[in-house]
């Protein structure tokens, strides 16, 4: 243990855990609104279901273009002011919100979540390895699900007000589409893509004031041990490139995050795809959410005392096969219950792999945080694939002779069979992979 986490040891860290708790909160809400973005803009700009899934790929692809850059800032600047950029790139990208609402223009919108996605990309790349260096290692997952329970209870409020305020009035809006003019229906799209400004404005000014006030924040100094860990008799490693266990621990998070914005981001549209009004579906990626508050709460309860980290990431990781063969299964509100459930297979992920995975890499600590960070655009590639697997089964069933409503519904369901390989691969990592700390045993 270096001497940073000795010092940590015997201090109180309630405070700063609050305040990167308070942080997770912030990209929590902006995160899961995706579930109400993806059918808004699918309406106001006339989209395919592929290309409505864009809004989480412009969010996730982030997470590639900027995490090894994110590294270099957080070793020139630190985490704490790292933290504070973030916030002010992420209030940047709420205000190309107004210009895109007045243009109604996609790629605007793309843009504005783009560039908050670079925000999130500092963000998270400073606040996780801060969190699970911030004390024993072996706590290392407890500590990210406390923090897991302020990302997701944000998600929950930001899907249910962001859901309030532009899904409102949508299922009269696509009635009324099919039967106005030309320059009503632009009448109709304009007003609807106005709701945005106000609600972009405030996001934009509390993030600029939270990138300020972080800067004052109480947060200690806290660093990785400068020394890999090695077994006797090993030479240390000089590159990151000798740890298997990084690199099978990028891939499991890289499908765990696609699979993580599958149940969260199209809950919603799957709801509306079988017939529910978007004033009852707006509501089910809180479901979701909810199950992995609840699923975090038991974590922090039975991690490690009860339950290790490994032993948490294959339940979970079974779980995620069950809930993913059981929506496959069925139909209705059961098949959007078992979505939601799969909240419950997600939750111990995320901080069962951080830990795991950053165990015994010493120095090499913030390069390996910024690649799991790059793994989070699985969130950009795995869902439009989902979307890309409903449009090519909807219109071989509409060939078929199906109705399009049908053909939607069906379609939809039958696409989440590509949540089951993403789980598999979490499972190998749990039982397997996290154990290649070599290439061969010598």
């Known amino acids: ?56 790929s412009a969010s996730y692809i982030s997470f590639v273009v900027m995490a090894l850059p994110a590294s270099y800032i957080l070793n020139k600047i630190g985490y704490k002011k790292g933290m504070s ?7 940047l990208g709420a205000l190309v919100f107004i210009p895109a609402a007045e243009a109604r ?34 706590s290392g997952a407890k500590r990210i699900a406390i923090m897991g329970i302020a990302n997701k209870t944000a998600g ?41 400004f106000m609600p972009y404005l405030v996001m934009a000014i ?58 969260g981001d199209t809950i919603i549209a799957y709801g509306i795809s079988l017939g529910f009004p978007a004033a009852d579906a707006k509501f089910f990626t809180t479901l979701t959410l909810l199950a992995m508050v609840f699923t975090y709460a038991l974590g922090v309860f039975l991690i490690p005392k009860y339950v290790n980290q490994g032993t948490a990431l294959k339940i979970s990781a079974a779980l995620g096969i069950i809930f993913s063969v059981c929506i496959l ?10 979505v939601a459930a799969l909240g419950i297979a997600n939750a111990l992920v995320w901080p069962a792999i951080w830990p795991l995975t950053l165990n015994g890499l010493g120095k090499f600590t913030k390069t390996a945080s910024a690649l799991l960070v790059m793994s989070i655009s699985g969130g950009a590639i795995i869902p439009p694939l989902y979307g890309r ?37 979490i499972l190998f990592f749990a039982i397997w992979g996290y ?3 070599n290439w061969s045993k010598k």
């Open 1 to 56: 243990m270096s001497n940073s986490q000795q010092s940590l040891a015997k201090t109180n860290y309630t405070i700063p855990i609050a305040i990167i708790a308070g942080l997770f909160f912030i990209f929590g809400f902006v995160t899961w609104i995706n579930g109400a973005l993806i059918p808004f803009m699918k309406t106001i700009n006339e989209l395919t279901d592929a290309q409505s899934y864009l809004v989480a």
């Open 85 to 91: 950029l973030g916030l002010v790139i992420m209030g």
């Open 105 to 138: 223009t996609y790629w605007v919108f793309l843009t504005g979540i783009f560039i908050q996605g670079i925000g999130m990309t500092l963000l998270q790349t400073a606040a996780n390895p801060y969190i699970t260096i911030l004390g024993p290692i072996e």
């Open 156 to 196: 929950a409020l930001g899907s249910l007000i962001f859901g309030a305020l532009l899904l409102s009035g949508i299922d009269d809006v696509k009635e009324k589409l099919g039967s106005v003019s030309a320059d009503e229906k632009g009448i109709l799209l304009d007003t609807m893509a106005d709701s945005v």
């Open 206 to 263: 509390v993030l600029f004031i939270l990138g300020i006030l972080i800067r004052k924040a109480p947060l200690p100094y806290v660093e990785a041990t400068e020394t890999e860990e090695t077994k006797d008799g090993e030479t240390p490693k000089t590159n990151i490139f000798q740890f298997p266990h990084l690199w099978l621990g990028v891939l499991a998070l890289f499908v765990y995050v696609g699979a993580e914005v599958v149940a």
């Open 329 to 338: 299964s069925t139909t209705g509100f059961a098949s959007i219950l078992f």
């Open 389 to 425: 697997m409903v449009d090519a089964n909807k219109h071989e069933l509409i060939v078929n002779g199906v109705n399009e409503a049908e053909a939607l519904a069906t379609a939809s369901t039958s696409s989440y069979w590509i949540l089951i390989p993403c789980y598999t691969m």
């Open 435 to 437: 154990k290649f700390k």
